[in-house]
């Protein structure tokens, strides 16, 4: 088939086109959630970029087999091995166990997922299924001569590979830049950028999962589940490889570093990576705490859809600054754009020629390095077009097996409200600006107080960029 996808590779630092290992199909891998938290709303601005890119392939039809993995064991709070397990901090954070804390957390990220119309990947698979499989790669990379024991673990010998930064002509201060915390020094290692495979050493002797294995009882590494995950479900070679810009060292650097050590061969042709989503104080993180997530903005009013809008109108490659200014005026522009679709006729002939001119339009849009922005305005346009209403619905719903905005079906809340009388209407409205002084004055206790005084009333308010707008619960 035509090869038209095209995006920036992280590994060859250009924009190129994709040409799948075998025609027409793709292979495609997206590094799962660590579910010891909430995924807040920058993991989910990853994610649904890559919904984007993976809805696109489908759409220029390639068959796209993704798989995801979920981290729920060995993801130390350091990138670089060091720390306590993150799974075991959640689980202590809230007395639970581990499993316990990684089903609700799994199934919470899925929940998000759901609201943000982020499709479900083919495959999910969790870290602790697959622990015979990490065994046996990291037999063979000893076997090999890749790795080596030290003290207990195995660790992963970077100095066997001739180019083991493979994603940069960077130096190695730049992508330390990637690793989250303070890096502490491991003796046993022969090299700084050693990585393990497998613990049954740690000064945390606590660790709740252990597994046998031939080095002794413990757990593996954190990088080993991505290369055993994805070979296990896509085979030897993988055509796309996707996650956020955090992710390329030391995360990706060593999956490319075990992967290829253990096939003898090249791996994965195209590296796709998001950039950050950041609030005024910088990246948001989940090890910071007090960040944002999607049920959070609903608690706050906004439509989940509203935060996948914002997300698309910038591009994936650029940091993107969240505040609830640009979120109000995306509300706004959402709330507008499904009323004057909702408001078009379903009358007319299709008309093939436009049809087909803004087809091209929206298609050449996402394949020129998944330009959101440009086909959100393709919709736009096609809403200004001479064309009768038919064949704009028409387009529209095509449009949104990319975009995922329910053009057609979401409701506005004016058309979704019930009748209400007058003084409830006086009460309401004297609120609202009781609340809007609030937010002015930065009493943002008392703004919330009010949204909970309506709440108990069965009122649910909602702040767009014309104002607040509130709806009685049926
Ligand atoms: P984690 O659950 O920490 O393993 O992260 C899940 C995904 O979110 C990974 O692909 C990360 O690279 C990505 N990610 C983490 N923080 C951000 C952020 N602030 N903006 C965008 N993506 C992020
Ligand atoms: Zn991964």
Redesign the pocket.
């Known amino acids: 088939m035509e090869n038209k996808v095209r995006f920036y590779n992280t590994l060859t630092r250009t924009v190129e086109t994709v040409i799948p290992h075998e025609d027409g199909k793709i292979a495609m891998y997206t590094?799962?959630?660590?579910v010891y938290h909430f995924?807040?709303i920058?993991?989910l601005?990853?994610?649904i970029m890559e919904d984007v890119l993976e809805k696109t392939l489908r759409y220029v039809g390639y068959d796209v087999k993704r798989v995801m993995n979920i981290?729920d064991v060995g993801?130390l709070s350091s990138d670089a091995d060091t720390g306590e397990d993150k799974m075991l901090s959640g689980a202590k954070r809230e007395h639970k166990t581990v499993m316990e804390i990684a089903k609700f957390y799994t199934d919470a990220f899925f929940e998000d997922c759901r609201k943000l119309n982020i499709r479900t990947p083919d495959v999910v698979e969790p870290a602790t299924n697959c622990i015979q499989e990490f065994i046996h790669m990291i037999e063979v990379l000893l076997e090999k001569g890749y790795a080596y024991t030290a003290g207990g673990n195995v660790y992963f010998d970077t100095s066997k590979l001739d180019d083991y930064y493979v994603f940069s002509s960077q130096s190695e201060k730049e992508l330390l830049v990637g690793v989250r915390d303070d890096v502490e020094e491991d003796v046993n290692k022969r090299n700084k950028n050693d990585f393990v495979l497998w613990f049954t050493k740690s000064k945390f002797e606590d660790q709740a999962l252990k597994w046998e294995s031939p080095w002794g009882t413990g757990y593996p590494g954190w990088h080993i589940e991505c290369s055993c995950i994805s070979l296990k479900h896509l085979g030897e070679y993988m055509d796309i490889h996707c996650?956020?810009?955090?992710?390329i060292f030391p995360h990706h650097t060593n999956e490319i570093a075990q992967s290829e050590s253990y096939l003898g061969h090249r791996w994965c042709g195209y590296w796709f990576h998001?950039?950050?989503?950041?609030d005024k104080s910088g990246?948001?993180?989940?090890s910071k705490g007090g960040f944002l997530t999607v049920s959070l903005l609903q608690e706050n009013g906004y439509d989940p859809l509203v935060y996948r809008m914002f997300c698309l109108q910038s591009h994936y490659r650029k940091p993107l600054e969240f505040s609830y200014e640009v979120l109000d005026n995306m509300s706004a522009a959402y709330a507008k754009l499904i009323r004057r679709i909702a408001e078009l006729p379903d009358e007319g002939e299709m008309d093939e020629t436009a049809a087909a001119a803004y087809r091209a339009r929206f298609s050449d849009a996402l394949c020129s390095d998944l330009n959101t922005s440009m086909a959100l305005t393709v919709v736009y346009d096609l809403l200004k077009e001479e064309t009768n209403g038919r064949t704009k619905r028409a387009l529209l719903a095509e449009f949104d097996q990319v975009l995922s905005l329910n053009l057609l079906t979401a409701q506005t809340a004016a058309e979704t409200a019930p009748a209400v009388d007058a003084e409830l209407e006086a009460y309401v409205e004297e609120k609202i600006k009781e609340r809007k002084a609030a937010k002015k004055e930065k009493d943002f206790a008392k703004a919330d107080a009010i949204r909970e005084e309506l709440a108990q009333k069965g009122i649910v308010i909602k702040d767009t960029r014309e104002g607040t707008v509130w709806e009685v619960q049926g």
């Open positions: 590094c799962g959630p660590t995924a807040h920058g993991n601005r990853s994610y981290t993801h996650g956020g810009v955090d992710n998001v950039n950050h989503l950041n990246k948001m993180s989940k």
